[in-house]
C-alpha cells in the first residue's frame, strides 16, 4: 500500500487535456493492440478470395481494435490492486492515479459494445461472436484464474490466439481450416513469449500473487521445457500455411529460418537461466507472430501486394528496433517515486530504458 500513495502523490495537480489523452492511449495497451491488429490483417488477407474489399477490411480492423481496447481497459481496471504492487505495471494510469476506476470501466465497456457492433453491422455476425467471445474469455477466464492456477496461461492463450480467426471470418463469412491453422500458430507461440516475460518478472508476479509457472518453478526446470517443446512444435505448425497451398515457398523457407533461430535462442537461454537471456528469447518471439503477415504478402497470385510495400518495411524496422524518446512526465515521475521502495534483489529491477521500441516490446502479454 506504501507504494500505492507513493505513486498517487503526483496525481494530485490537475492533469492537462494530453496527459489525459495520453493516459488512455496507454490505457488501451498500444503494443498488445498492435499485435491483435497485425494477426487480424494477417487473418483477412489471407482469408480473401479475389481482390481485396478495402472497406471491409478497414471495418475489421476498426471493430477489433476497439473490443481489443475496451477489453485491455477493463483488465487494467480488474487487476488495478495487483497493478500497484508489481514495478513494471505501476505505473499504469490507475494504479498511478491518472485514470479513476469509473472513467476505466465506462471506457471499457463502450469501447467494447461499439466495437461489436460494428463488426456484426458492418461486417458479419460471426467475426462479431469470435471478438467478443474473445473479450469475455480474456476477462472472465484467464484474468481471474491468474491468482489461482499456472494453468492460466494455457487458458489464456486461446482468446490471445482468436484475433487472426476474426480476420479469416471477416473475409470468408466462415471458420474454416485456414483460419485455425493461423489461430495453432499464434496459440504455440504464445507460450514461449509468455514464459519468458514470466521468468523475467516471477518475484513481481510472486508479490503480487499471480500464479505464473516460474513462481511455482523457483529453478526453471519446467518453465524452460515448456519454452523449448512449444518452440520446437512451432517450427512445423508454421509450415502449415505453405503446406496448405496458402502461401507460397519464399513463406515456407522464410518460416523454417525463422522458427529454428527461435529454437536455438530457446536452448541457449535454457543453458543460462538468466534474465538477460531470457530478454533475448522474449524479443526473439516477437518475430514469430509476423510470420502469417507476411505470409499474406507472399501469397500466390495476389494483386494487391504493391500497396503493402511501405507497410512491410515499416513492420520490419519496427521489429528491429527503430527508437524514439518516449515523453512521458507524469508516468517517469511515477517509476521514479517507486523506485524508492527497497528491492529483494537484482531479479526486480525494470528493464526500463531512456529509449525503447515503438509500441515497447516489455509486455506484449499480461
Known amino acids: 500500500m506504501a507504494a500505492v500513495f507513493t505513486l498517487v502523490g503526483w496525481s494530485w495537480r490537475k492533469l492537462t487535456h494530453f496527459e489525459k489523452f495520453w493516459a488512455y492511449v496507454v490505457l488501451t495497451k498500444p503494443d498488445i493492440t498492435f499485435l491483435v491488429v497485425i494477426t487480424t490483417v494477417a487473418g483477412f488477407c489471407l482469408g480473401s ?67 461489436t457492433a460494428l463488426l456484426a453491422l458492418m461486417v458479419n455476425l460471426l467475426a462479431a461472436l469470435i471478438a467478443l467471445a474473445t473479450s469475455v474469455s480474456y476477462l472472465g477466464l484467464y484474468t481471474p484464474l491468474k491468482k489461482r492456477t499456472t494453468l492460466a496461461t494455457a487458458v489464456g492463450a486461446i482468446p490471445g490466439a482468436l484475433p487472426p480467426l476474426i480476420g479469416w471470418t471477416a473475409a470468408r463469412g466462415s471458420v474454416s481450416e485456414g483460419g485455425w491453422i493461423l489461430f495453432a500458430i499464434l496459440f504455440v507461440w504464445q507460450f514461449p513469449h509468455f514464459m519468458a516475460i514470466a521468468w523475467m518478472y516471477r518475484e513481481n508476479y510472486a508479490r503480487a500473487g499471480i500464479q505464473m509457472l516460474p513462481v511455482v518453478d523457483p ?37 523454417l529460418a525463422l522458427g529454428m533461430i527461435l529454437l536455438q535462442v530457446s536452448l541457449w537461454a535454457n543453458r543460462m537461466r538468466t534474465n538477460v537471456r531470457a530478454k533475448w528469447l522474449m524479443h526473439a518471439t516477437v518475430f514469430e ?49 517507486l ?28
Open 49 to 115: 478470395i479475389g481482390p481485396m474489399d478495402w472497406a471491409r477490411l478497414m471495418h475489421t480492423l476498426l471493430g477489433t481494435l476497439l473490443v481489443a481496447a475496451g477489453t485491455a481497459a477493463l483488465n487494467q481496471y480488474v487487476e488495478r490492486g495487483m497493478d500497484a504492487v508489481m514495478r513494471r505495471t505501476a505505473a499504469r494510469p490507475l494504479p498511478a492515479g491518472t485514470l479513476k476506476p469509473g472513467e476505466v470501466l465506462i471506457f471499457g465497456v463502450v469501447t467494447i459494445v461499439f466495437g
Open 219 to 255: 529453478k526453471g526446470d519446467a518453465t524452460f521445457r515448456v519454452i523449448v517443446s512449444f518452440s520446437a512444435v512451432l517450427v512445423p505448425v508454421s509450415l502449415l500455411p505453405s503446406v496448405m497451398g496458402m502461401t507460397g515457398i519464399r513463406y515456407f523457407f522464410g518460416a
Open 289 to 337: 507472430p509476423r510470420k502469417p503477415g507476411v505470409g499474406c504478402w507472399l501469397k500466390p497470385k495476389c494483386d494487391w501486394r504493391p500497396y503493402f510495400k511501405g507497410g512491410l518495411l515499416g513492420d520490419v524496422l519496427l521489429v528491429l528496433g527503430e527508437t524514439r524518446r518516449v515523453g512521458r512526465p507524469s508516468h517517469s515521475d511515477a517509476r521514479n517515486r
Open 339 to 366: 523506485s524508492r521502495v527497497p528491492l529483494k534483489n537484482n531479479a526486480e529491477k525494470p528493464d526500463h530504458q531512456p529509449y525503447v521500441l515503438f509500441f515497447s516490446q516489455r509486455e506484449f502479454v499480461i
